[in-house]
């Protein structure tokens, strides 16, 4: 378990990782952040492309379950229910309680689990606590300062994540 802020794997968005990709690096079960990751801060459901997605990868064997540090009342389970997966709300990331509880009470093992979020200071170092492979995506959306300071102090640390192309193809350094 480490206390690294870099991610393993950054890519643009959460649509773009695909089950070939998550089967390389031996990816069974995907935990997904869930505000600005999958969908943008008060939307109250999936758009139709991360349902298609979340579909797609299910078909493939790959399991996925949210993991959110959202409060408000109902929210993660709506997005799961839309899913059709399990969820875990107030998750208190940056720790990694709440992602080790997914991976335990899903039956799954940190080898083969990975966590996708949006942010450095919450998802990237909960994932990287917990001992499970960190995946970043890019922000769904910046509208407001904090979350622009936010995303412009966590760019070093985004630099160094492996970019990944579409496919799973490594960008390369």
């Given at each position: 378990?480490?206390?690294?802020?870099?991610?393993?794997?950054?890519?643009?968005?959460?649509?773009?990782?695909?089950?070939?990709?998550?089967?390389?690096?031996?990816?069974?079960?995907?935990?997904?952040?869930?505000?600005?990751?999958?969908?943008?801060?008060?939307?109250?459901?999936?758009?139709?492309?991360?349902?298609?997605?979340?579909?797609?990868?299910?078909?493939?064997?790959?399991?996925l379950f949210i993991v959110s540090n959202s409060r408000k009342r109902g929210r993660a389970e709506q997005f799961a229910k839309s899913?059709?997966?399990?969820?875990?709300?107030?998750?208190?990331?940056?720790?990694?309680?709440?992602?080790?509880?997914?991976?335990?009470?899903?039956?799954?093992?940190?080898?083969?689990?990975?966590?996708?979020?949006?942010?450095?200071y919450t998802d990237t170092l909960a994932a990287n606590r917990a001992g499970v492979t960190s995946i970043l995506v890019k922000p769904?959306?910046?509208?407001?300062?904090?979350?622009?300071?936010?995303?412009?102090?966590?760019?070093?640390?985004?630099?160094?994540?492996?970019?990944?192309?579409?496919?799973?193809?490594?960008?390369?350094?």
């Open positions: 378990m480490s206390f690294s802020p870099v991610p393993s794997y950054s890519f643009g968005a959460v649509t773009d990782i695909s089950h070939e990709f998550l089967r390389g690096i031996g990816v069974t079960f995907l935990m997904l952040d869930l505000d600005n990751t999958i969908a943008p801060y008060g939307a109250d459901t999936p758009d139709d492309g991360v349902v298609r997605w979340a579909d797609a990868l299910r078909a493939e064997g790959i399991r899913l059709r997966i399990g969820y875990i709300n107030a998750a208190g990331k940056p720790s990694p309680a709440g992602v080790l509880a997914a991976v335990r009470g899903c039956g799954a093992a940190t080898g083969s689990s990975a966590l996708v979020g949006d942010q450095i769904l959306r910046l509208n407001n300062a904090f979350l622009a300071a936010r995303y412009g102090l966590e760019a070093p640390f985004r630099a160094l994540a492996k970019p990944v192309l579409d496919g799973g193809q490594y960008i390369g350094r």
